[in-house]
């Protein structure tokens, strides 16, 4: 309040010459300086992975290029890449719709248990799901002992399965927001007019919800196939391209190859953005108005219920048992091969300092990104300069970016003076802001489509300065979108293993690749007791954010963790 | 008033958050040795000179990948803990710094550059691990040669790190070559493939695979198998009548490190009589002699190897083993 009041007193001592000048060109000036952000800590990055792969030892190349579609192994990679993500985004969206209908329309009794089991895993590391497979499915796992299964664990089946249940979570989130603000009055007056279950779900729920179900859809493939730890642990021999990329770099620093890797599974990431952008041309009614409102649960026809209750009970059951595998492995010293109840797993200090310097990264992420994304969102909406659509695009082009390149290139792009950043907190929580900018730039979109500008200017015409409308005014408003980018983005930045890995050095080690590396390594113990330690101090990260929130008037903004 | 006990609230959070906790003396090291390892290392240079390490879990294959990356700007001040194609491939390009340190006096000259360029902490192996209780089941025997295990009974029972990732795996590589020659060695490593389930990505992997019952047999860096014999693992472990080859667990100092002081502080403590004597109770064998707790008094029977030349065909080898080794296309 301060300071703007001290800003506002500053302006009118300067010169109205000034003044005038800054009203009218501030939102430029703004875009501007953003737009350069944009350029250097997202286009910059992605450009140099770009001519990596084209650069040899003696200028410009297509050797790279030539050797991964000359080698079979690749084709075999890629092959299996893009199936494991159609497979998969397809699973989880039927999946998280089944479990978002059933919390929002189904019985008041289902809501809140499925809701949490849906929610939690998002706050830890995707390959959780790997550790309880091996535990549960490995080739002396207790099921396989138990049954005496002859099982392949290791491969593709164990990846599409870990992977699966690894997103259904996010898949859950980004439904569930749009069904939430969805009106159900529209449903209601057709089932009063008499019109069945399925019917409703055919012709208006589904529909409506297209816009939905198309972000996530694009990214859980994004996601799926760029997020690299369950294709690592259970991959065996199944080549996939992301930790192919990994060991490409880390294991053999061969950065033009690994390059080519990231460039062959970006393709398919920013056709689907293009498909998806263009479906959705004109389509942006149903994102936006109606306020989150709980529906009376309704009578569900045997037909519809009963598979809907099949799906969501397995779904919820099998990630509530691979949690729980996790929790109990914590506390054992070796699972299934002696029966020592020890805590040493949880007093592992170098796992604390780890899971520190996650939070603090993913804090530092969150707050950053959710000022850039509510001030991206304001130029775009409100600007009117030249290039305005092209800025939007950058900025949610993160939906469709692998996070292994944006590691690579933050390496290829920041490890060299002058750009010197490697080595500490910063390039990874710009590394993460960047990332994940989509949803909060998103957010406050659609926040301000539901304002009309004539507020603004009434404020402008009363004699308030730019500066003013936007403290008074906006900011109010886009609050909610701040905290969805805010949330969204600690959420993933914490568990998100994909990008930050080839980032971290000694002495910045993040949870998310400590637990990668103990579970690789084959420590379950430690993988798991860390695993738990993260989910919890997350957890209370998230009631702590909740309390100072509903603390606002802005208290119900928060349960729309994604305002999509 | 209520925003502005939040703007209060955020701003101590963020600053608390962006405080970092560095007061002591203290280096970022890139270390190669099994996470247990590096923590024991870590705490006994701490005890002996008070300096604070700071390290990531790294395979020797994935240290020499980011080394090779990050020349000349390294991001870290030390190696304690790399592979041998590292410590020469450094000395050559001039990424370590020469020190002569008096603390290595009286040590032989093997585990040490001429010119101070790289010390040879401990030497390690690679050994063959099996599951008791798996091969009890199954009615097999430990196999007595490396040859055994090209066995079809042994198909998807075997597990070994991969040359991609991992400097142990290279060592096992080069030690097969020099075996058998060049053309030879090929075919056993080529026949070898068919019986191996996958791949691991850390030398020390396998031994916690089969540790687990996973998989029967392992082909594995030695350094882990004592400890994890001590944690109760059903592990039989043997080095097959041909022999074993070994590489050494190298420490050096940056090139351009702006704590020079205490890098050769930290060379200094590792040649004390009393490092080797940690290494050795941990199962390396060591510079200075030292009780062994996995091989005893009577070392192994070693293949004969050229470290040098081992090092200079790694980028070719790497090439050969990805041609041969990678590709059906199912």
């Known amino acids: 309040m301060a300071a703007a009041e001290l800003s506002v007193k500053l302006q009118s001592s300067s010169g109205s010459k000034v003044k005038d000048f800054l009203n009218a060109n501030l939102i430029n000036i703004l875009a501007a300086f953003l737009f350069l952000l944009l350029a250097f800590f997202l286009l910059y990055p992605i450009i140099m992975v770009l001519i990596k792969s084209f650069q040899g030892p003696s200028g410009f190349t297509l050797q790279y290029y030539q050797a991964f579609f000359s080698k079979n192994y690749y084709y075999q990679s890629l092959y299996n890449t893009l199936l494991l993500g159609v497979i998969n985004t397809v699973v989880c969206l039927v999946i998280g719709f089944c479990l978002a209908y059933m919390t929002t329309r189904g019985p008041w009794i289902l809501r809140k248990p499925l809701k949490i089991i849906s929610l939690v895993p998002l706050i830890a590391p995707p390959y959780l799901f790997a550790l309880s497979l091996i535990i549960l499915f490995g080739r002396n796992g207790l099921v396989t002992r138990m049954f005496d299964l002859h099982w392949e664990l290791y491969g593709f089946s164990g990846v599409v399965i870990s992977q699966t249940l690894a997103f259904i979570p996010l898949a859950y989130m980004m439904i569930e927001s749009t069904l939430m603000s969805l009106n159900p009055n529209l449903e209601e007056s057709a089932y009063d007019m008499g019109a069945s279950e399925a019917t409703i779900l055919r012709t208006i729920t589904i529909p409506l919800l297209a816009p939905g179900l198309l972000k996530a859809a694009l990214l859980i493939f994004v996601m799926t196939i760029a997020e690299f730890g369950n294709a690592a642990i259970l991959g065996g021999r199944t080549p996939f391209l992301a930790p192919d990329t990994y060991t490409m770099i880390t294991g053999e620093s061969d950065f033009n190859m690994g390059s080519v890797l990231s460039v062959v599974l970006i393709a398919p990431c920013i056709l689907i953005f293009f498909i998806h952008n263009y479906l959705l041309e004109g389509k942006k009614f149903t994102t936006i108005g109606g306020k989150p409102v709980a529906s009376e649960p309704r009578k569900i026809t045997p037909l519809i219920k009963v598979p809907f209750v099949i799906i969501t009970t397995v779904a919820a059951g099998a990630i509530f048992v691979c949690f729980a595998v996790v929790f109990v492995a914590s506390f054992y010293k070796i699972l299934g091969v002696t029966h020592d109840i020890v805590l040493s797993n949880y007093l592992d200090f170098t796992s604390n300092q780890a899971i520190y310097n996650s939070i603090r990264v993913s804090f530092v992420a969150a707050i950053i990104g959710a000022v850039i994304g509510v001030l991206l969102a304001y130029v775009i909406v409100r600007g009117k300069f030249f290039g305005r659509t092209f800025i939007e695009m950058v900025s949610l082009s993160g939906f469709a970016l692998p996070g292994t390149v944006l590691g690579i290139g933050y390496l290829l792009a920041f490890s060299a003076p002058p750009l010197k950043l490697t080595g500490g907190i910063m390039i990874l929580a710009l590394n993460c802001v960047f990332r994940f900018l989509a949803v909060g730039v998103e957010a406050g979109i659609s926040k301000l489509h539901q304002i009309h500008i004539e507020i603004e200017e009434a404020s402008a015409d009363l004699g308030a300065s730019f500066l003013t409308t936007f403290h008074k005014i906006v900011l109010p408003i886009m609050f909610p979108a701040f905290i969805a980018g805010f949330i969204y983005t600690f959420m993933t930045a914490i568990v998100s293993l994909s990008a930050v890995v080839f980032l971290v050095s000694p002495g910045f080690d993040l949870a998310a690749v400590k637990i990668f590396d103990a579970a690789v390594y084959g420590e379950i113990g430690i993988a798991s007791a860390t695993t738990m330690k993260l989910v919890l101090i997350v957890m209370i990260c998230m009631m702590i954010l909740n309390y100072i929130s509903s603390k606002t008037r802005l208290g119900s903004s928060m349960k729309k963790t994604v305002a999509v | ?330």
């Open chain 2, 1 to 330: 008033m209520k925003e502005k006990f939040i703007a209060v609230i955020v701003a101590v959070i963020f600053s608390v958050a962006l405080a970092g906790s560095a007061v002591a003396e203290e280096i970022n090291a890139y270390m190669g040795t099994s996470p247990d390892n590096n923590a024991k290392i870590v705490k006994f240079i701490k005890d002996k000179t008070g300096i604070t390490v700071n390290q990531t879990f790294q395979s020797f294959g994935e240290i020499e990948a980011r080394a090779k990356a990050e020349a000349p700007n390294f991001n870290a001040d030390m190696i304690i803990g790399c592979g041998s194609p590292l410590a020469f491939m450094a000395k050559k390009n001039g990424w370590s710094t020469p020190y002569v340190s008096p603390g290595w006096k009286g040590v032989a000259e093997v585990f040490m550059d001429s010119k101070g360029d790289w010390y040879n902490i401990a030497n390690f192996s690679f050994v063959l691990v099996g599951n008791k209780d798996r091969l009890a089941k199954a009615g097999y025997k430990m196999p007595e040669s490396w040859k055994d295990l090209l066995d079809p009974k042994w198909k998807g029972e075997i597990v070994m790190p991969s040359p991609l990732s991992s400097g142990t795996a290279n060592m096992m590589r080069f030690s097969f070559l020099a075996l058998y020659g060049d053309a030879e060695g090929w075919k056993f490593i080529e026949a070898l493939d068919k019986n191996i389930h996958h791949y691991t990505r850390s030398g020390n992997a396998p031994t916690d695979l089969v540790g687990r019952g996973e998989f029967m047999l392992g082909i594995t860096s030695d350094e882990n198998v004592k400890k994890r014999l001590n944690d109760g693992y059903p592990l039989f472990w043997s080095i097959p009548a041909e022999g074993t080859g070994y590489d050494g667990t190298y420490a050096l100092i940056f090139k351009g490190t702006k704590k020079l002081a205490t890098c050769k502080k930290i060379i200094d403590v590792l040649g004390t009589p009393e490092f080797s004597t940690l290494m050795a109770e941990i199962g390396y064998v060591t510079p200075r002699p030292a009780p062994n707790a996995l091989y005893g008094k009577t070392l192994p029977k070693y293949i004969k190897l050229d470290l040098g030349k081992a090092a200079e065909d790694k980028p070719k080898n790497n090439d050969i083993w990805k041609q041969k080794l990678r590709t059906d296309f199912k």
